[in-house]
């Protein structure tokens, strides 16, 4: 991914390769919302797609209907160039919420969605849930080590590789204390219209982490997959919240093997790709 300083409005960050005769797929992060934490597996989804991630500005404190809008508005903007483009939409933990939030808002735009360790889970999660609220009780010098604390949480750290361990924290520690504060309200406050969400009709694959030790995700993608009317879900046995940065972890492999592919999303196969 090119690496850009968000100051003012979310963008797309583009990878190096630009293939517009490929199927669009629009990334949306996590709560640190830089986009640059899904680079490992650049590699691996350009052998079928023109990838987008999706990054949020680190001072961004914009509600969940104004986030959408600036989803949509970035998707339009690359929907002019090639109208007739297939969209893959695919959102992890923070972005999953975010995801279902642009989904039911413009159903028709998205061939095929994705949702990775939703965090529409923390609701599930009451100590979490009452943890958050006192965040605002922790000293700014304190949330260097509080980043460092939540690593194994986030995350099976055997199974990443020091340098994107490094590029984890680092990303994590990067996110004001402020911003942090906001998007946990989000969290706590965010609502999806169920009726809405079983008007998507398109396939939908769930995937969640076992070894999740932040969300129940497994518990939530099933609790969502009773809602949505074509769906599949994918449980990886040892991966944790942040499971695009594991090794053994590679999506396009996992939308692969769960026929996730359009047949012109399945060529350049021979590409390098991780895992």
């Not at 939530?220 to 074509?230: H, S």
């Not at 940065?245 to 093997?257: A, H, R, S």
Request: hydrophobic share 40%; glycine share 6%.
């Amino acid at each position: 991914m090119t690496i850009r300083e968000v100051e003012l409005n979310p963008c797309f960050l583009t990878p190096k390769r630009v293939q517009p005769e490929y199927p669009l797929l629009v990334y949306l992060p996590g709560m640190d919302g830089t986009g640059q934490l899904l680079r490992s597996q650049t590699v691996g989804l350009e052998a079928g797609f023109d990838v987008r991630c999706l990054a949020i500005p680190r001072k961004n404190l914009n509600t969940w209907d104004v986030l959408t809008n600036s989803v949509l508005n970035l998707l339009h903007a690359e929907l002019e160039k090639s109208s007739q483009r297939a969209v893959y939409l695919c959102g992890e933990s923070f972005g999953g919420c975010l995801a279902m939030k642009v989904a039911i808002q413009a159903p028709h735009l998205f061939k095929r969605i994705i949702l990775i360790n939703p965090a529409s889970a923390f609701q599930l999660r009451p100590w979490l849930n009452w943890a958050s609220q006192l965040t605002f009780l922790v000293p700014e010098p304190l949330y260097d080590i509080g980043a460092l604390g939540l690593l194994p949480f986030l995350a099976s750290l055997p199974r990443i590789c020091p340098s994107d361990r490094h590029e984890l924290l680092k990303t994590m520690r990067s996110v004001p204390s402020e911003t942090v504060l906001w998007r946990l309200s989000l969290l706590r406050e965010f609502e999806i219209d169920e009726q809405r969400l079983r008007q998507l009709t398109q396939p939908i694959l769930l995937i969640a982490g076992a070894s999740d030790r932040l969300l129940p995700s497994v518990t939530e993608v099933k609790r969502i997959a009773n809602i949505l009317p074509n769906n599949k879900i994918v449980v990886l046995p040892h991966c944790g919240h942040a499971c695009l940065l594991e090794q053994d972890t590679n999506l396009y492999e996992i939308l692969k093997d769960n026929d996730f592919l359009e047949s012109n999303a399945d060529i350049g196969t021979g590409l390098e790709v991780k895992g």
